[in-house]
C-alpha cells in the first residue's frame, strides 16, 4: 500500500471511529440538527449549512468542469450567491409556516400547504429520484480518490463498489447522527487543502495567477471565457437560474431551515453565505493549472485532474491529504443523502401509502434500504458516460421542479391548487426523464438540443431543467385557474390543517439503522 | 416594491445577464480573466448587498416597533 492510500485509510477509521463514538451519544449533538433542534445559534447553522453544501462536487468536479470546458465552470461560483439571496426571503417563511405546526420534513410542509398526502408523496417521489444522482456523484468521487491514489492498481469499477461499501458502512456505524466532528474535521481539511493548493499550484508552476491564465490563453485562445458551443452563456445563465431556484429544494438542504432559532439567523446567514462560495475559486485555479501541466486526460477522465496534477507536484503523505478532504467531501454529504432518502421512502412514500403500517415496519423498511439505494447509485454509475457535474444537473433538473408549488404556496396562499401544484410537478418530472433517457448516454448532456434538433443557439443551449420548469410552472398556473374555486387550496390549510398528523420525528425513526 | 428587493436583484441582473456582456478572456483583472473576475465579483458585492438589505430591514422594523408604541 502505498503512503497516499495509507493516509486516506487513516482518516477512513477516524471518520468511523468518530462516528461510533457519537452513536454511544458522546459527540455534539446533530440528531438535534438533522430532527430539528431549532435551538441553534448563527455560526453553527452556518458551519452545518456550509458543511451540507460542500461535497464532491465542488471538490473534483469543479476542477474537472474546468478541466474539460473552462470558463462553464464559472457558473458554480454564481449559483450559491443567487441561491442565498433567496434563502434572505424564502427561509424565514418556510421557517415561520412549519415552526408553530411543529413541521419535520418537506414532504409534511407540501400535505400540510395544499392538505393532500398524495402530494407528499409525489414530492418525496420527487427528492428521492433526484438524489440518486446525487448519490452517485458521491461514489464516482469516491472511486476516483481510491483508484487514483492506488495509481491504478485498483480499478474503477472496484473502486466504486468499494466506494459504495465504505458509504453504506460509514451510515451503518454513524446511523442519524452522523458526527459533527466529522463534518467539522472535513470544513477544516478540505478549507486548508484547497486554499493551499489552489494557490501554491499557480505561483509552483507559472509564477502567478495572472502568468497561468495568460499561458492558458496562448494555447488555447478563449477557453478561460465561455466557448460559443453548447456551454455558452445561455447555458450559463439558465443554468445558473436552475441551480439557484434548487438550491433549498432538496430535503436536506430544506431541512435546514427548519433548525434555527428565530428567523433572523437566516437574514444574517444570507450576508456571510456568498463569500464562502469564494472557496470554489481555488478549486477552478486548480483545474486550470491541470489544463496545461496535466494534459491528455480522456473525455470521461476529466474529474481525475485535481487528484492528477496533485500527484504530480507533491509528495504522497499530502496527496493522501487532499485524497482525504476528497473522502470526507464524499462521506458526510453521501451518508446524509443516503439516510435522508431512505427515510423519505419509508416514511413519507410508504407510509404515505399504507397510512395503518407500524412504526417497527417503517424502521425495518429503511434500514433495508440503505443498501438497496446505494446499489441503485452504483447502477447509476455504471450507466456511464456522466461526469459529476452532469450528474448533480441532473439531479437540479429534477429536484427544481418542486420550486413553484413550494415557492407559490408561500407568496400567494391559494393562488395554486393540489391539482396545479400536482399537474405541475409531474409535468416538469416527465419532461426531465424524456430528456434524460433520449440520449445516446443517459444525462450524459445538460442542454436542449441533444433532444430537439435545428433550434436557433439561444434555445439549444438553454438548461433542459429550465425549460422543464418554464413548461411545470405553465400547467401549474393553467390548471390552478381552472380548478381554483373561492376557498379551496391551500388557505384552507393555512388556517387550519384537516388532516391528522402524528409528529414523529425522522431521527427517532431511523435512530437503529 | 421596497428598495431592499432592487438591491437583492442587482446580483441576479449582473450574473443572469450581466454575463452575456462580460463573458471574454481580457481585460485580466486581478491576474483573472474578466468573466471570471465578473462572477468572483459579485460573489462579493452580493455579501455588501445583503448587508446593506439587512441594515434596512432592521431599521424598517424599529420603525414600525416605534409607530405602534
Redo the contacts between chains.
Keep these: 500500500m502505498n503512503i497516499a492510500l495509507l493516509v486516506i485509510v487513516l482518516f477512513l477509521v477516524l471518520a468511523v471511529g468518530l462516528a461510533l463514538r457519537a452513536r454511544r451519544g458522546r459527540d455534539m449533538d446533530l440528531e438535534q440538527w438533522t430532527a430539528g433542534g431549532r435551538g441553534f445559534g448563527a455560526i453553527f447553522v452556518f458551519l452545518l449549512m456550509a458543511g451540507e453544501i460542500y461535497s464532491t462536487f465542488t471538490f473534483l468536479g469543479g476542477a474537472g468542469l474546468v478541466y474539460g470546458s473552462g470558463?462553464a465552470a464559472?457558473y458554480i461560483?454564481?449559483y450559491g450567491?443567487?441561491a442565498?439571496?433567496l434563502s434572505?426571503w424564502l427561509l424565514p417563511a418556510v421557517w415561520r409556516y412549519c415552526t408553530p405546526r411543529k413541521l419535520l420534513s418537506q414532504a409534511d410542509f407540501f400535505v400540510a400547504r395544499y392538505d393532500s398526502r398524495s402530494l407528499g408523496v409525489i414530492v418525496s417521489l420527487v427528492a428521492v429520484a433526484a438524489m440518486i444522482p446525487y448519490l452517485a456523484l458521491q461514489l464516482k468521487g469516491l472511486g476516483i480518490i481510491v483508484s487514483q491514489t492506488s495509481s491504478g492498481t485498483i480499478s474503477s469499477t472496484a473502486a466504486v463498489w468499494i466506494g459504495a461499501f465504505v458509504l453504506s458502512m460509514y451510515v451503518v456505524a454513524s446511523g442519524i447522527h452522523g458526527s459533527a466532528w466529522t463534518a467539522a474535521i472535513k470544513d477544516v481539511l478540505t478549507l486548508s487543502v484547497v486554499v493551499f493548493i489552489g494557490l501554491y499550484l499557480p505561483i509552483h508552476y507559472f509564477g502567478?495567477?495572472?502568468?497561468m491564465?495568460?499561458q492558458i490563453?496562448a494555447s488555447k485562445?478563449?477557453?478561460?471565457?465561455?466557448k460559443g458551443d453548447q456551454l455558452s452563456?445561455v447555458w450559463?445563465?439558465s443554468t445558473?437560474?436552475l441551480t439557484a431556484l434548487g438550491f433549498y429544494m432538496w430535503p436536506h438542504t430544506f431541512g435546514s431551515a427548519l433548525t434555527a432559532r428565530n428567523e433572523d439567523v437566516f437574514?444574517?446567514n444570507?450576508?456571510?453565505m456568498?463569500?464562502y462560495?469564494?472557496l470554489i475559486?481555488f478549486v477552478?485555479l486548480v483545474g486550470f493549472v491541470a489544463v496545461l501541466k496535466l494534459p491528455g486526460l480522456g473525455e470521461g477522465e476529466t474529474d481525475g485532474a485535481l487528484l492528477g496534477i496533485s500527484q504530480q507536484a507533491f509528495p504522497g503523505w499530502f496527496v493522501g491529504l487532499i485524497g482525504s478532504a476528497g473522502m470526507l467531501c464524499a462521506l458526510v454529504p453521501g451518508s446524509m443523502l443516503l439516510i435522508a432518502s431512505a427515510t423519505i421512502v419509508s416514511r413519507n412514500i410508504y407510509r404515505g401509502l399504507n397510512p395503518t403500517a407500524s412504526d417497527a415496519t417503517v424502521t425495518n423498511l429503511t434500514k433495508l434500504l440503505v443498501p438497496v439505494i446505494a446499489l441503485g447509485a452504483v447502477a447509476f454509475v455504471f450507466a456511464g458516460g456522466q461526469t459529476i457535474v452532469t450528474l448533480l444537473l441532473l439531479g437540479y433538473a429534477l429536484v427544481t421542479q418542486l420550486f413553484p408549488a413550494l415557492v407559490l404556496s408561500l407568496v400567494r396562499p391559494g393562488w395554486v391548487t393540489k391539482a396545479g401544484a400536482i399537474s405541475g410537478i409531474v409535468v416538469g418530472l416527465a419532461i426531465v426523464a424524456a430528456m434524460t433517457f433520449s440520449g445516446a448516454t443517459p444525462g450524459s448532456s445538460t442542454t436542449l438540443d441533444t433532444l430537439v434538433g435545428g433550434l436557433p443557439s439561444f434555445l439549444a443551449d438553454l438548461n433542459l431543467g429550465v425549460v422543464a420548469l418554464v413548461a411545470n410552472f405553465a400547467v401549474t398556473a393553467l390548471v390552478s385557474t381552472a380548478t381554483r374555486s373561492g376557498d379551496e387550496g391551500a388557505r384552507v390549510a393555512e388556517d387550519e390543517p384537516r388532516f391528522s398528523r402524528v409528529p414523529e420525528p425522522a431521527a427517532e425513526r431511523a435512530r437503529t439503522v | 416594491m421596497k428598495v431592499q428587493h432592487v438591491l437583492a436583484g442587482l446580483p441576479f441582473l449582473g450574473i443572469l445577464v450581466g454575463m452575456f456582456f462580460a463573458n471574454s478572456v481580457e481585460p485580466y483583472v486581478l491576474g483573472l480573466p474578466f468573466a471570471m473576475f465578473w462572477v468572483v465579483m459579485w460573489v462579493v458585492v452580493s455579501a455588501g448587498l445583503m448587508a446593506v438589505v439587512y441594515r434596512l430591514d432592521s431599521r424598517d422594523r424599529l420603525r414600525e416597533r416605534g409607530d405602534r408604541s
Excluded: C, E, N
Design positions: 470558463g464559472y461560483l454564481g450567491t443567487l442565498y439571496i434572505y502567478s495567477i495572472g502568468a491564465f495568460h490563453d485562445p478563449g477557453f478561460a471565457a465561455l452563456p450559463f445563465s445558473v437560474l437574514r444574517r444570507a450576508i456571510f456568498p463569500l462560495q469564494l475559486a477552478l
